[in-house]
């Protein structure tokens, strides 16, 4: 059989070879990545040529739990019908890192300036990031220790969203390592509230504040799959 992850697979993709086989066979895949759409044909290659069958399709493994780790985290949510990118045949969702950044951050690089990163929904996370970090430039700050994340050698890591962010403290517990007492319970969201504020939420009980960008507060960097 030969197998690829867009329609109609042909032996220059991955597959399996098996010699002097007639009628029913049996083949077995391997290597394939989890919760992701594969097409499949089977083939008989002969001094004539090479045939295909008729194609057949799957979704491997089904998604880990919240709290499970994946991909370089641990996952934190699952989009549901309604999210933006739901897709009801290949499961999406966040990945948060598995501890906060190893020390408390200001959210700008000293400069207060308006970045544009004011979008709050699921999936603007990654885009607040990197407007943060074009407008803000070089230094150590929230979104940049963030993007510079690379958990299981991913590259997207990002600052999460006022959304994302809610969707972590939510499933707090799950996931684990967030502070959850007392007066340093605060992580930065990549949401810009004004030019010297931006959102923070306290994980304690999901309470929003517009902070002022200079001060110190938690950071957990988000990806999505």
């Given at each position: 059989?030969?197998?690829?992850?867009?329609?109609?697979?042909?032996?220059?993709?991955?597959?399996?070879?098996?010699?002097?086989?007639?009628?029913?066979?049996?083949?077995?895949?391997?290597?394939?990545?989890?919760?992701?759409?594969?097409?499949?044909?089977?083939y008989a290659t002969s001094a004539g040529g090479t045939g295909y069958g008729a194609q057949v399709s799957f979704t491997t493994a089904?998604?880990?739990?919240?709290?499970?780790?994946?991909?370089?985290?641990?996952?934190?949510?699952?989009?549901?019908?309604?999210?933006?990118?739901?897709?009801?045949?290949?499961?999406?969702?966040?990945?948060?890192?598995?501890?906060?950044?190893?020390?408390?951050?200001?959210?700008?690089?000293?400069?207060?300036?308006?970045?544009?990163?004011?979008?709050?929904?699921?999936?603007?996370?990654?885009?607040?990031?990197?407007?943060?970090?074009?407008?803000?430039?070089?230094?150590?700050?929230?979104?940049?220790?963030?993007?510079?994340?690379?958990?299981?050698?991913?590259?997207?890591?990002?600052?999460?969203?006022?959304?994302?962010?809610?969707?972590?403290?939510?499933?707090?517990?799950?996931?684990?390592?967030?502070?959850?007492?007392?007066?340093?319970?605060?992580?930065?969201?990549?949401?810009?509230?004004?030019?010297?504020?931006?959102?923070?939420?306290?994980a304690v009980d999901g309470t929003w504040y517009a902070n002022p960008k200079q001060e110190t507060w938690n950071v957990r960097p988000?990806?999505?799959?």
């Amino acid at each position: 059989v030969c197998w690829s992850t867009t329609p109609n697979p042909t032996t220059a993709d991955s597959k399996t070879i098996q010699s002097g086989t007639t009628g029913s066979f049996t083949s077995n895949i391997t290597g394939l990545t989890p919760i992701t759409l594969y097409y499949v044909r089977a083939y008989a290659t002969s001094a004539g040529g090479t045939g295909y069958g008729a194609q057949v399709s799957f979704t491997t493994a089904s998604l880990p739990q919240i709290g499970e780790f994946f991909q370089g985290g641990i996952i934190a949510y699952i989009l549901q019908p309604g999210d933006p990118g739901y897709d009801a045949n290949v499961p999406h969702g966040i990945i948060a890192a598995t501890a906060d950044y190893s020390v408390r951050i200001i959210w700008n690089n000293g400069s207060n300036i308006t970045t544009g990163a004011t979008a709050t929904a699921l999936g603007t996370g990654l885009s607040n990031t990197n407007a943060i970090i074009a407008a803000q430039g070089a230094g150590s700050y929230a979104a940049s220790v963030a993007r510079n994340h690379n958990g299981g050698g991913y590259t997207d890591w990002h600052l999460p969203s006022k959304n994302e962010l809610e969707k972590l403290i939510i499933n707090k517990n799950a996931i684990g390592g967030f502070v959850t007492s007392g007066s340093t319970a605060w992580y930065y969201s990549s949401s810009e509230s004004a030019s010297d504020k931006a959102w923070l939420i306290y994980a304690v009980d999901g309470t929003w504040y517009a902070n002022p960008k200079q001060e110190t507060w938690n950071v957990r960097p988000i990806r999505f799959f």
